[in-house]
């Protein structure tokens, strides 16, 4: 046995923990693979063995025939005559099996670089086999290891003794790696399929922050807060419901930690990904309210059977209930297994569109315009006699997209409207002139 065949075995037994009897097991089959290549007629013996003394070195084939008498020997690879068999072994008999040694001479050197790439083959097998022992039942928890190279958009990543693979469906948008950065993954999967064993990890998964919550807030470690829901989008955002088991526990705050101590190491280790906590209810209306925050809801209508929620919030509450990009009220949903449907609150405007009617009903019919064109008039701000015959004909003429006399129509009936009550103004100033 070679040097480096020696150190092959050191190698896998003690970096990647096979068992050295697999390894030698692994050797053994490796050169009596070679020696059916090297050896004429070798394919056609049926029974070989190799054996691997690790100590001193040293490798022989052994070849397994069946005794037969010497007039009926046919097969010279796998039958040997009588007469030859009782001269190794004198109380053998026809129908028999005795081993010979039919290693060539120098056959370990010789045979090294043809074993190797069969041992290496088997060695991987062997460490696969070993992987799915090992990890298949670590599905679920958060593992570390260190990026080793990438395969397209796929990142290898060193778990110590074995490889993990984090597929590009499973990495998190933004965020970038260097061969030799240190990060911490959820193990999403262990499969054993065609290509052998894969483990496959996670950083996108709700899971990695479920993992991360229960590693950092004792109270959910010790079951007194649960984790009742994770709705997440990576790379942006993410709400998690807890509920508290004791009354005495403030589930909120016993996840965000004194000054937001606990919250603040989950969301750096998920890098800046903004991390909504709010309390769990068993209440449609009461989780929305909590899961649309800050908005604050005008009503919320609830529909047990189509689980649906409709909450109407104001004009200057709608952004934030909506989110960016419909991130807030998507995240709702998915949180509360509902379809939350958020929409403006239209009362005051629909107040304002009457109270407007109104006064350009009553303003079209001073100026015998149609109401129409009175509303238009009251929204660029003509709402009374008054306050129009100080607007300027080319004004009205562009506001309204009206011809210039119909403008100047306009401005003589608010001007016929105005002046009786001016002049009577004037007449009530004279009077109380008289009676000083």
Known sequence: MTNDIVALIEYYEKEKGIDRNKIVAALEFSFVSAYRKMVPGADAIETLRADVDTKKGTTKIFASLSVVADEEQQDKFNEVPFSLAQKKDPSVEIGGTLEFNVTPKDFGRIAVQTAKQTMMQRLRQAEKEMIYEEFKDRAGDIVSGTVRRFERNDVMIDLGKFEGIMPNRERVQGEDYNIGDR????????????????????RS?????????EAE?????DHTVDIRAIAREAGFRTKV??????????PVGACVGMRGAR?????RELNNEKVDIIRWSEDPAELVREALKPAELISITVNEE???????????????AIGRKGQNARLSSRLMNWDVQVRKDETKEEQFKEKIGGVAHSLGEQLGITDELAEK?????GVSAEMIVDMPAEFLTGALEISTEEAENILTRANAIVAP??????EDDTTLATQD
């Open 263 to 267: 919250v603040k190491n989950i969301v």
């Open 217 to 221: 807030v004792n109270e959910i470690s």
């Open 183 to 202: 990060i911490r993954c959820y193990v999403l999967a262990v499969e054993n399929e065609g290509r052998g064993p894969e483990i496959i990890l996670s």
């Open 205 to 213: 998964h709700p899971n990695f922050v479920r993992r991360l919550f």
């Open 421 to 426: 009550e001016e002049e009577t103004d004037s």
């Open 306 to 320: 189509s689980k649906v929620v409709l909450v109407t919030v104001s004009e200057e509450d709608l952004s934030k």
């Open 377 to 381: 008039l009251t929204l660029i701000g």
């Open 241 to 250: 419901a807890v509920f508290s088991n004791d009354p005495k526990v403030d």
